[in-house]
C-alpha cells in the first residue's frame, strides 16, 4: 500500500477489479503513466487491452478519445485540418483526435509510415504543427499503442527509431486459469465490456492529482551507486554478443526515470537496484536488435535483457 500518495493505491485497486489477471502489467503501466511515458501494448485480439486503457481514463477523469488506424488514414485524420468556411471566408481550425489526454492508437502497425510519423511527432514534441501554426496538446497527453504479434501481412513495422520514442513495450499475456473464471462470472453478474457507461466505474482519482505525483517522481532519490550500475548494464548491452543495436542514451535516461518511478509506486522515496531491475525488461526489449544469428537460434529478447542483469554486479 502506498501511504504517501493513497491515489496510486485507489487506481491500482480499482483496475485490478475491473481488468482481471493483469496485476503486473497494471503495475507497469502505471509506473509509464507516472514517468509520462508512451506505451506500446502488444498482445492477440480479446486480452483487454483496450478495455484496459478506458478504464484507467475513467478512473482518472481524463478526456479519451481512440484512433482505429487502417492503411488509408491520414495524417491530418490524427492531427486535424483548416477547414475553409465558405460563409466567413475564412479558415476554421478542425482538431483531430490527438488533441485528447489520453489517446489510444489502436493498431499502430497497419498504418503507413507517413501516419505513423505525424503521430509520433506528436509523441515527442508535445505539439502539432498546423499550417506553419505550433499547437500544444494537454499536459497530461499519454499515447497509448497496440499492435497484434501475429499479423504481418499488410502491415507497416515500426522503425527503430520511432520504436524508441516509446517508453514501455507491454506484452499482454493471457489470464491464468483463475483470473479467466472469474472474468467469466463478472460477465454472468452483468458486467459488459463493450458498456462501461454502465458499469458504474467510480473515478479514484483526478488528472491534476496523477500531475502532481509526477512531480513527485522527480524527487525521488538515486544513489550514484545505482546510477553506475544502470550505466554499467546500458554499457554491457552495445558489447553484447548478441545484440546489433544496444541501449540508447534516451534509453538511459528513460531508465533513470522509471526506476523513480517504480520506487514511488511502491511506497519509497529512493530507488533500489530491484526497482531498476523491475522496469528493464519493457523498457528494452523493444530498443534492442538482435544479430541475425541470434534470432535464427531462437534467442528471445527478454532472456537478452535477463543476462545482461545478471552479468553486471549489483551494488549493495
Do not use: C
Request: proline share 7%.
Amino acid at each position: 500500500m502506498n501511504e504517501t500518495y493513497p491515489v496510486l493505491t485507489r487506481l491500482d485497486k480499482a483496475l485490478n477489479q475491473v481488468v482481471v489477471g493483469q496485476s503486473s502489467l497494471i503495475q507497469q503501466l502505471l509506473i509509464a503513466l507516472l514517468a509520462g511515458g508512451h506505451v506500446i501494448l502488444e498482445g492477440v485480439p480479446g486480452t483487454g487491452k483496450t478495455l484496459l486503457v478506458k478504464v484507467l481514463a475513467q478512473l482518472i477523469q481524463a478526456e479519451f478519445r481512440r484512433i482505429q488506424l487502417t492503411p488509408d488514414v491520414l495524417p491530418s485524420d490524427i492531427t486535424g485540418t483548416n477547414i475553409f468556411d465558405l460563409n466567413t471566408r475564412n479558415f476554421t481550425l478542425k482538431k483531430g483526435p490527438v488533441f485528447t489526454e489520453v489517446l489510444l492508437a489502436d493498431e499502430i502497425n497497419r498504418t503507413p509510415p507517413k501516419t505513423q510519423a505525424a503521430l509520433l511527432e506528436a509523441m515527442e514534441e508535445m505539439q502539432v504543427t498546423l499550417d506553419g501554426e505550433s499547437l500544444p496538446l494537454p499536459e497530461l497527453f499519454w499515447a497509448i499503442a497496440t499492435q497484434n504479434p501475429l499479423e504481418f501481412e499488410g502491415t507497416y513495422p515500426l522503425p527503430e527509431a520511432q520504436l524508441d520514442r516509446f517508453l514501455f513495450k507491454l506484452v499482454v499475456d493471457y489470464p491464468d486459469a483463475a483470473a479467466e473464471k472469474q472474468m467469466i462470472l463478472n460477465r454472468q453478474s452483468g458486467f459488459a465490456a463493450r458498456r462501461l457507461d454502465i458499469a458504474k466505474i467510480k473515478p479514484v482519482a483526478t488528472v491534476a492529482q496523477l500531475l502532481e505525483v509526477r512531480q513527485a517522481v522527480k524527487e525521488v532519490k538515486v544513489s550514484e551507486a545505482i546510477i553506475d550500475y544502470l550505466l554499467a548494464v546500458v554499457k554491457a548491452s552495445r558489447q553484447h554478443p548478441d545484440l546489433a543495436l544496444g541501449a540508447s542514451p534516451r534509453a538511459a535516461g528513460a531508465w533513470f526515470t522509471t526506476s523513480q518511478s517504480a520506487a514511488l509506486l511502491a511506497g519509497r522515496d529512493f530507488v533500489t537496484p530491484d526497482d531498476v531491475k523491475a522496469v528493464a525488461p519493457p523498457l528494452l526489449r523493444h530498443r534492442f536488435i538482435l544479430k541475425a544469428e541470434a534470432m535464427l537460434d531462437g534467442l528471445q529478447m527478454d532472456g537478452v535483457v535477463a543476462s545482461l542483469l545478471n552479468q553486471v554486479p549489483v551494488p549493495r
